[in-house]
Nanobody
């Protein structure tokens, strides 16, 4: 099971840190993907972190603003989001799977947490 937290309402330019905590399996063995879906839009891959990947964004617009990390002891992954823009508003999902950073490779999915960037 994966549970996301940390979403909410933030003003443009603000920051949020999303958490993704796993139970029943060891998150560090998997590729951890972060995805988002805005109303009326398709889901998109935000980025991943994994055993062989130190964490990188998959969307050009988040590079330099979003950082991926994980705490093995806490069995938790994090998505630090800085300089948030209204276009970042979406439901954010974390997922875990192997062997690659893609939705089709993910075996476990969280239920999502809503991020709303608005003044």
């Amino acid at each position: 099971q994966l549970v996301e937290s940390g979403g909410g309402l933030v003003q443009p330019g603000g920051s949020l840190r999303l958490s993704c905590t796993a139970s029943g399996f060891t998150l560090g063995y998997y590729v951890i993907g972060w995805f988002r879906q805005a109303p009326g839009k398709e889901r998109e891959e935000v980025g991943c972190i994994g055993p062989n990947d130190g964490g990188r964004g998959r969307i050009q617009s988040v590079k330099g603003r979003f950082t991926f990390s994980q705490d093995y002891a806490e069995n938790t992954a994090y998505l630090q989001m800085n300089s948030l823009e209204p276009e970042d508003s979406a439901v954010y999902y974390c997922a875990a799977g192997l062997p690659e950073c893609s939705a089709r490779a993910m075996d476990y999915w969280g239920k999502g947490t809503l991020v709303n960037v608005s003044s």
